[in-house]
């Protein structure tokens, strides 16, 4: 069986970042390490983390039962909200917000204090997207996921749109939604906040999927990223399977398989991508 993997599998710069800060305050620090929701979309890192101490607290009552340690801001990044309830509290914070969503937060801030109405494409249920938000004006800020909220969309003549997106969203359908909102003739700005290495991985995972007879996308459950990877990789090969670990795979399913491509999230570490890619080697 020919077994392709992608270059851009696994950990992005940002999440790289956040967890190394992690681990780190984890062996250094004095008193109890929390991050503000899991560090990342992946409960095998999580679990790993637990495993050494690191606790997970959500919501501002959870923050405020964290004055007697650490608190690390994950890699999604959080609201001007959030900062606030920390320094007035005085509790410490690590940031590790990823430098990519940082520099959304402050385009947000800046175009919102000159009077646009921001938009936001992305999924507004994630906390990327719920970080970034907070960060413009209430009211004048609004998220977008889809072709019908799109349409939707409606601002007086006068006003300026700005346009920003999710770090880890779907490029081609980002470009899809600008579109309509670019046809309803609005003084709008568009800045393609999709990073790098997000378009990068997208672009890789869709080449492979179009060349395999099968293909297999790593990641955790809540992973936006990758479940953004599974649709990309779904439309140009059939038998696309998600798993977390190799453990979730369906060997069967492979038997009369001559090509598999393997890729994974941007929170997927490298000893599960190894795994995957040695066991499907090993297995036909």
Known sequence: MVVKTAQSAGFCPGVKRAVEIVYEQAKAAGGPVYTFGPII????VVKDLAARGVQVVEGREGLLGCRDGTVIIRSHGVSREIYEL??????DYVDATCPFVRKIHRLVERHSAEGCQVVIIGNGSHPEVEGIRGWGV?????VISNEEEARNFAVSGEEKV?????TTFNNNKFQELVEILAKKGYDIIVLNTICDATHKRQTE???ISAQVDAMIVIGGSKSSNTQKLFEICKKECENTYYIQTFNDLDVTKLQSIGSVGITAGASTPNNIIEE????????F
């Open 205 to 207: 995972a869709r080449e």
């Open 41 to 44: 979309h992946n409960e095998e």
């Open 162 to 166: 700005c346009v920003v997106a999710q």
């Open 276 to 283: 995957v890619q040695k066991n499907v080697r090993n297995e």
């Open 86 to 91: 920390l320094e007035q509290n005085n509790i």
């Open 138 to 142: 209430p009211g004048r800020t609004t």
